[in-house]
């Protein structure tokens, strides 16, 4: 536990493959062009490697997906079979906590600056497997976050959701709400009490969630039953067997060889949570390549978000331009409100029916990708970020100059100047 084995190399090797074959297949080889010769042969790496992982090494997804980013939950022994490698705090090291969770709080007790998007949100399917837009979806504008992939709530908080926040002095138990200066808290008695919200008004509600991020806030790595928030000892992953599965997939997947060992990997992952079997949800996947892309492209943002892999997602799969030229969406803005009479209707309870974000057209990079546009009602939601932009050349990092200096004939990386 906690050192590198057989299983986290190939696990390494399985990533970095299928990095690259992404790289070859859909950006730029090193030679400046695409490449699919060197696509397949990477592709095929890595599921080698990552098939050696699922047949060999013995690992296995634990059973609740919550106890993965928990102390508590990262010491039971069916969740250390999945935890392949992390950075190590708790038990495990000399260095007791860590900051991590560090400014990832509600204003109501902590710091804040880091939050979720809608856009994320928005990802995470119905617990039925349909994408909200879709037909029989069952999604509701005005509950937007009921009947979810579970994976949702386990991720983020969202409005009326009850946090347990908890500093090590002081631990409470509060209602997450987006638009009204107050807000209900109870104590250890289960009493219940109605409190200042600090993310709504007051000197430090301008850092909070509802002025600063889009209505959001992180759960994972956040749950504070166990720890205090400001110095956790639970360990960070950098892989675990979920994302091997999935690694699997998808490099079949690229590679075009799709059989009921990619169904079964993606599937694996999504059944932990009681989610629906790909082809029960859509049989028409097994014989679409372009589909079984999008399902496992899917499955990594809402199995894997916040654990530092969306990045190196994005800038493989060339959606930089799609997820990032856009402002960022988040809430809807009450109409009415009225502070001096105290009215502060709920902005969701005014939400429309057609208050549901467009993925474009069918077949389309943004609806393969999963990637919501709100234009359509962009003027009735929270925005910020509005000078949002993207430039190709952000797909690749400058070259820092103390490397040039010493290698004076090595180029600076395109859009980067001198």
Wanted: with cysteine; net charge negative.
């Amino acid at each position: 536990m906690g050192r590198v084995d057989k299983s986290v190399a190939l696990g390494l090797k399985a990533r970095v493959a299928l990095y690259a074959g992404s790289w070859c297949k859909f950006g730029y080889g090193m030679a400046g062009t695409k490449n699919e010769t060197k696509a397949v042969t990477y592709f095929e790496y890595a599921a080698d490697a990552a098939r050696r992982v699922i047949n060999e090494s013995g690992r296995e997804l634990a059973p609740q997906y919550k106890d993965l980013f928990t102390r508590e939950g990262q010491m039971k022994q069916e969740v250390k079979l999945e935890s392949m490698f992390f950075m190590m705090f708790s038990d495990f090291a000399n260095k007791s906590s860590h900051y991590m969770s560090l400014g990832e709080q509600c204003r109501m007790i902590g710091q804040s600056g880091r939050f979720p998007t809608q856009q994320l949100v928005d990802t995470y399917e119905m617990s039925n497997g349909k994408r909200i837009d879709e037909a029989g979806s069952g999604y509701d504008p005005t509950k937007p976050f009921i009947d979810r992939d579970p994976r949702l709530k386990e991720t983020i908080y969202t409005h009326h959701d009850t946090i347990i926040g908890n500093t090590g002095s002081n631990k409470m138990k509060f209602l997450m709400e987006l638009f009204n200066p107050q807000t209900r808290s109870w104590d250890e008695d289960s009493n219940e009490l109605i409190i200042t919200n600090a993310d709504y008004t007051g000197s430090v509600a301008q850092y909070g969630y509802v002025q600063s991020g889009v209505g959001f806030a992180w759960k994972k790595y956040n749950h504070y039953d166990d720890e205090t928030s400001a110095t956790p000892t639970y360990n960070i992953h950098l892989m675990r067997f979920a994302e091997v599965l999935l690694t699997y997939a998808e490099a079949k997947i690229e590679l075009n060889e799709i059989d009921a060992t990619v169904v079964n990997a993606i599937d694996r992952v999504r059944a932990r949570v009681g989610m629906p079997g790909i082809l029960t949800v859509d049989p028409a996947r097994i014989n679409d390549q372009a589909k079984m892309r999008q399902i496992v492209r899917r499955e990594r943002k809402v199995e894997l978000a916040k654990e530092s892999l969306m990045l190196f997602d994005m800038r493989r799969w060339r959606t930089g331009a799609l997820q990032n030229a856009e402002p960022t969406y988040g809430y809807p803005l009450p109409e009415g409100v009225d502070v001096g009479k105290g009215i502060y209707p709920d902005g969701y309870e005014q939400a429309t029916p057609d208050m549901v974000p467009s993925y474009g057209a069918p077949g389309s990079e943004r609806d393969l990708n999963d990637i919501a546009s709100y234009a359509a009602f962009a003027d009735r939601l929270r925005m910020r970020d509005r000078d949002r932009r993207w430039e190709d050349c952000f797909y690749v990092w400058p070259i820092p100059q103390t490397e040039r200096n010493k290698c004076p004939w090595l180029e600076q990386n395109p859009g980067y100047g001198e």
